[in-house]
């Protein structure tokens, strides 16, 4: 059983649109979270983190979380053409060591 | 900041032979992680090293994967010897190591085993 899950994808969202990407988690003792952006044939490059439960904004992004549901998601507001790529969630433990879901293909389409 | 640097960014050896791969975290940076990326897995870590010494090796696939950091500003990653399913890319990120920090990836080095 994979220890953070992302659909995989694609998700199409029309330029302009709220693009909403989910990860759950298994790990109870997960303490911080964490949202990578990468390009086909780059490396993940972060894009947010969030550590309480809530709500975190910057920009056009905005990660939320909800521990009792071991879910954490990331909306995409006014997508862009220029925001396709792969999503990777991350959760982190106590002990400094993240683990990856299998990431979410965006398509922005114009 | 010049980042995360790895080297080679590309490697393409013949099955059986040894490889080794680089990386120079970012400069105050204590944890050093290597992760393996392929489409089937995903990225899987490999192996963490805070203040140089090895905290997890549980994800190293087998004996013919070693690792070192010698030092805070150099890690190595070697396969001996190399196989065709060792084929993927392999990146190296550092963090400041406090709590659960960002990791920070370098370019990665593509590994294509023939």
């Known amino acids: 059983q994979k220890e953070v899950e992302q659909n995989s994808g694609p998700l199409s969202v029309p330029e302009g649109a709220i693009a909403s990407l989910n990860c759950t988690y298994s790990?109870?003792?997960?303490?911080?979270f964490f949202w990578y952006r990468q390009y086909s044939g780059k490396s993940p490059e972060l894009i947010m983190f969030?550590?309480?439960?809530g709500d975190k904004e910057d920009g056009r992004f905005t990660a939320q979380l909800n521990k009792a549901s071991q879910y954490v998601s990331l909306l995409i507001r006014d997508s862009q053409p220029s925001d396709s790529a792969t999503y990777l969630c991350?959760?982190?433990?106590?002990?400094?060591?993240?683990?990856f879901g299998g990431g979410t293909r965006l398509m922005v389409k114009p | 900041d010049a980042g995360v640097i790895q080297s080679p960014r590309h490697e393409v050896t013949e099955m059986g032979q040894e490889v080794t791969l680089r990386c120079k975290p970012i400069?105050?940076?204590?944890?050093l992680f290597w992760y393996r990326q392929t489409m089937m897995r995903g990225l899987e870590l490999l192996i963490y090293f805070n203040n140089n010494v090895p905290i997890d090796d549980s994800g190293m696939p087998e004996d013919r994967f070693s690792a070192k950091m010698p030092n805070a500003s150099f890690s190595t990653l070697k396969i001996q010897p190399s196989e065709p399913r060792d084929s993927a890319v392999y990146f190296c990120?550092?963090?400041?190591?406090?709590?659960?920090?960002?990791?920070?990836f370098g370019n990665g080095t593509r590994l294509t085993v023939t």
């Open positions: 400069s105050g940076h204590n944890s």
């Open positions: 990120a550092s963090s400041l190591g406090q709590g659960a920090s960002p990791l920070h």
């Open positions: 969030i550590y309480s439960n």
């Open positions: 790990d109870r003792g997960s303490q911080s």
């Open positions: 991350a959760v982190g433990n106590a002990g400094n060591m993240l683990t």
